[in-house]
């Protein structure tokens, strides 16, 4: 078992910034995935920005620019910087971890609300 825990989210300003932390409690190297997907209300959960097996970075065309994953293989931490924030980045953002047996792991999600 994997677990994730999440923080980081709340209520932003558009235009504002926010980081996202995701702490794995087993090491982050060596797998299939790791990283940040969205769930908007009445819409399904979405890639926002991951690592890939081969330490590759994939970001959603939507945040491309203004939102950047990091890592702290150290802390088995990844981390969504978030800038530029507009209305439509408001949603529950969840960590996922996939070993590379491809063993699945979701974080609790966290809230992130962008409004004036």
């Known amino acids: 078992q994997v677990q994730l825990v999440e923080s980081g989210g709340g209520l932003v300003q558009p235009g504002g910034s926010l980081r996202l932390s995701c702490a794995a409690s087993r090491s982050i190297l060596s797998l299939s995935l790791m990283g940040w997907y969205r769930q908007a209300p009445g819409k399904q959960r979405e890639l926002v920005a991951v690592y890939t097996a081969a330490g590759y970075r994939n970001y959603a065309d939507s945040v491309k620019g203004r939102f950047t994953l990091t890592r702290d293989n150290a802390k088995n931490t990844v981390f969504l910087q978030m800038n530029s924030l507009k209305p439509e980045d408001a949603a529950v953002y969840y960590c996922?971890?996939?070993?590379?047996?491809?063993?699945?792991?979701w974080g609790q999600g966290t809230q992130v609300t962008v409004s004036s």
């Open positions: 996922r971890y996939v070993t590379r047996t491809l063993d699945e792991y």
